[in-house]
Each structure stands twice: as C-alpha cells, then as structure tokens.
C-alpha cells in the first residue's frame, strides 16, 4: 500500500466515524478529488492526515477542518473523553468520591458553540457535573468561573487571537485535582500528558457516549459577580457614581469582550467610554483586521482615528477572547500603542506602590519580558520571580501578587483569575489615567517617572516565520552550537542554552545571550506560531534628561535589532 492509498484508506475510516455532516461531506470531496488525482487535495489530505492534533499545555489549537490534524467535533469529543477519563481517574487516585465539576466557556468562533456543548455531552456521559457558561465570553470569565465554582477543570473552547480560520481548546485545572498554588491555572506537566494519554486510548468516536442533556446551563449570576468583583479592585467610584472624567476608546476587535469589559468599567464609575462601532459584535471573520491581534499592525487604527475624534483620554484594546489588553497614549503629540513591557512596568508599580502586601508577595513576569519588573519588586521590598514562557507558568507562582508576560498579558487579581485578564486590566488602567489627569499628568509622564526610577529599559521583538517547520528546530541547534562573540559592538560576556535549565527554571529550548553593555537577547521557537522569535532589551541609565537617555537606548537597540536580523536570516 503506498503512502496516499494508506492515507485514503484512514481518510474514509475517519469519514465514518465523523459526526459532524458537515466535515464529513468535506472530508468526502477531498477523497475524490485526491482519487482523481488532484495534487492540492492529495497535500491537503497528508497534512490532515499526518497525525492527531496534539494535545500540550497550551491544550489544542489548530486550523478548522476535517481530519486528525485539524479542530473539529471528532477531535474535541475525543479530547473531551480523554479530559473526562483523566478526571476520573485523578479524584479516584485522591480518594474523592462523587462527578468532577467542570465549567465550561466558549467564545464566538466557528465551531466554539458546538465544541462546547459536545464536551459538555461527553462529560454528563461520563458521569461528571458539566456547567456551561450562559453565552460567548471571554476567557477570563471562564477562568473566574473555574475557581468561584469549585469547578475541578475548566475548559475554555477559543484560539485567543489567532486567525479566523483556527480554533482551540484550553484547559484548567483545579478544585480537587489541582490544590496547590495553580488551583484554577492552565495545566501544565505532567498533567498534559496525562490527559494526552487518555485521548490516544480513545478508540473512536463512536466508542465515546455523549448524553442529550443533563448538563448545567449556567445563569448570568457568575458573570455578574465576575463584573462585580474585577469593578470592586478599584474601590468605589466617587458619590456620583462615576469617573467621567475619563474619556476611553474601547475595542473588542470582534472579539466577546465588548459588553463585559464596557459593563465592567461602568460599574466601577468608568461611563465615558466609546467603542469602535465597526468592531464591537463578536464576528468570527474579524473583517476589519487582518489579524485579530492588537499588536500586528493596523489592528488598532480605527481605534486611534475614534480616540483622535473624540478626545480620548486613553485607547484600550482587547484580543477576541479578552485576555489580552493593548493601551495606547499620546506621547510626544502623537498616538502610540505601548509595548506590553511598558504596561507591564506601570501596572506592576502601580500594583506594588499600594503597599499591603502579605509576607513573601511576588511580582513575577515570564522570562522574556523586562527585566524592570525586578526592579520595581526590588524598590519596595517584594520578591521577584522569572517564569517560563507563558501564564501555565506565570499564573501559579507562589505569593503571587502580581505578573505579566510581554505579549500584552497582565495578571493584577490572582485571587480572582489565575491568568492573564485583559478586563481586570483595563480597570486598572482606566483608574491610573483618571488619577493621572485629576493631577494633571498623563501616562505618558508616569512612564518617564519609571524611566528616572528605574533606568529605560527598551525592548523589542523580531520574528522569523518559517514556512517549512524542520527549518526551526535545525536553526536552533546552529545558534545553539555557534553563538556569536559581540552583538552590537558589545562583547557577548554571558551565552546559556536554556536546554540545560537558566536561573533556576526548567529546561526550555531557548539561547540567552548578554553583552558587557547590559543588552539582552533570549532567542526561543514560538509555542504557538511557525516562528523564532528574539527578545531583545537594553538597559540605559536614566540622566537628567530623559528623552536623551531614551535616543541613546533607541540607537544602541537599532545596532542590536540589525545584528539579530542578520543571526534569524531575515
């Protein structure tokens, strides 16, 4: 049997087995045009074809469409039962007795819908307690809404802010199978791998029941007590009722964050807000951006044209499931979106300033995010700690009290939400430009105090994007085993293969590389995106001025940007 005959043959098995009309007709076309010897649906089929979706800790995310290798309903029943039998095997492993309660959410993308009810279908069936969030929300609710209802896993069915045509499947655990620190926190090893098990030993689809009802639709109760407590992180709004002196641009950019974060900022006195209309209902096509993510360019220029119509005081933009928060400001007369670094550092002043704070509270961000941050912990008295990438890691750092990770992620209630949360964030942020402009100030003066507290500390980012994925890892292994001597005229003092372990974190497959001049490069494959991403930072000491401070750092971060270019091919 050659190569295609053997992938036809799993290619009709699957057509069978599928039980969604839809991608079975779909799967069924691509093996008669393959048989006709079409040669796009013969690479098409391989590639849906070349093996199960993998299931890790960032859960499942993937291209919609028929086949093991694509997000579809025979996909997510069977990670649904490989999810259910992991449940029941870890409270049996406990001594608990009685069904896992699971919470389960949803956002506005193809298929979400029905990948959430399937697993709600598969969990009933199994015995569990399934509980479903009562419409589109964002991620962060659903996450809230693992730990405030005891859930012992959550599952959030989103791709967060990756193109129309992706879904994912994230999970949480918590309640009685996870007690510690990351109670109600992303999985992480070794309980990946535990459910992917579970998931490889299912059979079929058809093997796997799936009840009819019986599960829990939730009420607006738990958004309401989401909105509620996330409003209550900034006290009470004035007598009134209202912060109106704040005038906000919202955008959800088609994502379901719209109305919670609107509802949120209102409810804590934010009532000035304006929403981008072109982009405030949920619309799984996200029409009006190329890519629904805040930081690709021109994601939020109809946000900045309101801003400048308007007279905003503030633009704050969330990714389609609302866990991300991009803010902009004027600086130097002109709008700017800042980097998630910037926000981080004032967030995490602002967060540490307020004192209060219980022995051994720690502010922590991932590993490449700035090294500000530590600064900060260090100026009033907190512990700082480094992450591996992503809020897995972030999220169940013991003390917790604040942390972020520089792709516009910020955790400021760890006690509400055990991830990153762009409404909690966007509360925050509404409140410290209202405080700003009472005093006449703005953000852009908060983060030239940063600057004069804590040095300029600039980074930036390069990607390369790969259309064959071997390319990646053999790249590594050549920067690995060849690192340079100097980046940006500076001596490399400092190279570690973070394969070994870096600052006390497990492995991760990455290069750290630190010049004589206090630049920083971490060099690492993307975990959700065919990339290799650089992170870079310099650090310059803050002088009387601190707009010269900042030229010199822009020009020595331009010699390193080149430099890296050149080690990335692009």
Request: hydrophobic share 45%.
């Amino acid at each position: 049997m050659t190569g295609i005959e053997g992938v036809l043959v799993a290619a009709r098995a699957w057509a069978e087995d599928d039980p969604d009309q839809r991608t079975r007709e779909e799967l069924e076309a691509l093996i008669a045009a393959a048989e006709a010897g079409y040669e796009d649906a013969v690479d098409e089929l391989v590639d849906a074809f070349r093996g199960m979706l993998q299931f890790g800790t960032a859960g499942l995310r993937g291209r919609l469409g028929a086949g093991p290798n694509r997000m579809n309903r025979a996909v997510v029943i069977r990670a649904a039962a490989g999810l259910a039998r992991y449940l029941s095997d870890s409270l049996g492993a406990g001594g608990f007795e009685g069904p896992a309660r699971v919470a389960i959410g949803y956002d506005a993308r193809h298929g979400s819908h029905a990948f959430a009810l399937d697993t709600a279908a598969v969990m009933t069936a199994a015995g569990h307690h399934a509980m479903v969030l009562p419409s589109a929300l964002p991620t962060p609710v659903l996450a809230y809404a693992t730990r405030a209802l005891e859930a012992d896993a959550g599952v959030m069915v989103t791709a967060s802010h990756n193109p129309p045509q992706d879904n994912g499947y994230k999970v949480y655990l918590g309640g009685r199978v996870v007690t510690d620190e990351g109670q109600g926190a992303q999985i992480v090893p070794p309980h990946d791998a535990g459910i992917a098990q579970r998931i490889a030993e299912v059979a079929n689809v058809a093997s796997v029941p799936r009840a009819d009802d019986g599960w829990e639709d939730l009420d607006m109760t738990v958004l309401a007590q989401y909105v509620s407590q996330v409003a209550g992180l900034v006290g009470m709004p004035p007598a009134d009722g209202s912060r109106g002196d704040v005038r906000i641009v919202l955008t959800p950019l088609h994502g379901v964050g719209g109305s919670t974060v609107e509802a949120t900022l209102a409810t804590a006195g934010f009532t000035d807000t304006h929403t981008v209309a072109q982009q405030a209902a949920p619309d799984p096509e996200f029409p009006t951006v190329d890519f629904p993510n805040p930081e690709e360019p021109g994601a939020i220029d109809l946000s900045l044209a309101l801003a400048e119509e308007v007279g905003a005081d503030v633009v704050i933009a969330n990714d389609p499931d609302a866990d991300r928060c991009a803010v902009a400001t004027v600086i130097d007369g002109r709008w700017q979106m800042l980097h998630g670094d910037v926000v981080g550092a004032l967030l995490g002043e602002r967060v540490a300033s307020r004192g209060g704070h219980p022995e051994g509270a720690v502010l922590a961000n991932s590993i490449v995010s700035s090294q500000m941050l530590g600064r900060i912990a260090e100026a009033h008295g907190l512990t700082h700690a480094y992450t591996l990438t992503g809020f897995k890691w972030i999220g169940r750092e013991p003390g917790l009290v604040f942390g972020y990770e520089e792709a516009l992620g910020y955790c400021v209630a760890p006690d509400l939400v055990r991830d990153k949360d762009g409404v909690s964030a966007a509360v925050l942020v509404a409140e410290y430009v209202s405080e700003l402009k009472a005093a006449g100030r703005t953000l852009a003066d908060a983060i030239d105090d940063l600057a004069r507290a804590y040095g300029i500390h600039l980074t930036r980012q390069v990607s390369a994007r790969f259309t064959d994925i071997a390319e990646i890892p053999a790249l590594m292994e050549r920067l690995l085993a060849s690192p340079p001597d100097a980046l940006a005229g500076s001596t490399v003092a400092s190279t570690d293969d973070m394969n070994a372990g870096f600052r006390g974190l497990p492995p991760t497959n990455g290069l750290h590389l630190a010049t004589e001049s206090g630049a920083r490069v971490i060099i690492r494959p993307s975990g959700t995106e065919p990339k290799i991403k650089a992170y870079l930072e310099v650090v310059e000491p803050a002088s009387a001025s601190v707009q010269d401070s900042r030229e010199r750092a822009e020009d020595a971060m331009d010699a390193l940007e080149a430099d890296v270019r050149s080690l990335l091919g692009v």
